[in-house]
């Protein structure tokens, strides 16, 4: 082999080289150079802390008062064994229940038959607290997956600073009718 041959064999592996290098990195997952999270993206989207009217403990009025979970990913989530509680710790555990990819369930408090939308904790008394609480969500290993606190002294303040996640104000109707 020449040394002309040499030198262009060089050039010609030098280019494969590149070219191979740079559909590798096209080929890499969206997930990988940060565009999409990976994996179920589950959080407390919307709590309703605060049901409207005049809260007379009614079915009804206890059934208006809800916390929103919502599963952002793709991925299916098995929330069996999954908790969400209160500040005081009363706490509901999820039991056999599959939460879809881009899916949200609302958590009420009162009595009502569960279905993939919304679930109820069967409960007679509000859970919620309107004036401070927090709500807490913790995975089937009891690590917390997300947690929202409200004070009605800052109507709506969710404790993250309004990170622009979409939770700002719409976590609850602030302070009000009185039920607790």
């Known amino acids: 082999m020449t040394a002309s041959q040499t030198f262009t064999a060089r050039r010609l592996a030098a280019a494969a080289l590149s070219a191979a290098a740079l559909v590798g990195a096209a080929a890499l997952p969206a997930a990988a150079n940060g565009a999409e999270p990976r994996g179920p993206q589950v959080e407390i989207s919307k709590v309703q802390y605060d049901a409207p009217g005049h809260g007379s403990r009614s079915n009804r009025s206890l059934n208006e008062e809800w916390v929103q979970i919502t599963n952002s990913g793709r991925e299916s989530v098995n929330l069996d064994d999954w908790t969400l509680s209160n500040r005081q710790g009363r706490v509901y555990t999820f039991h056999h229940l599959r939460l879809n990819g881009h899916s949200t369930v609302r958590v009420h408090t009162g009595v009502g038959r569960d279905t993939y939308r ?22 089937d290993h009891r690590r917390v997956v997300d947690t929202i606190s409200w004070d009605a002294r800052h109507h709506g303040d969710d404790g993250r600073g309004h990170d622009g996640r979409g939770h700002g104000d719409d976590h609850g109707r602030g302070p009000g009718h009185g039920h607790r």
């Not at 007679?124 to 995975?139: C, E, I, P, S």
């Open 118 to 139: 919304d679930v109820y904790q069967d409960r007679r008394n509000f859970v919620w607290d309107d004036r401070k609480d927090t709500a807490t969500l913790r995975n």
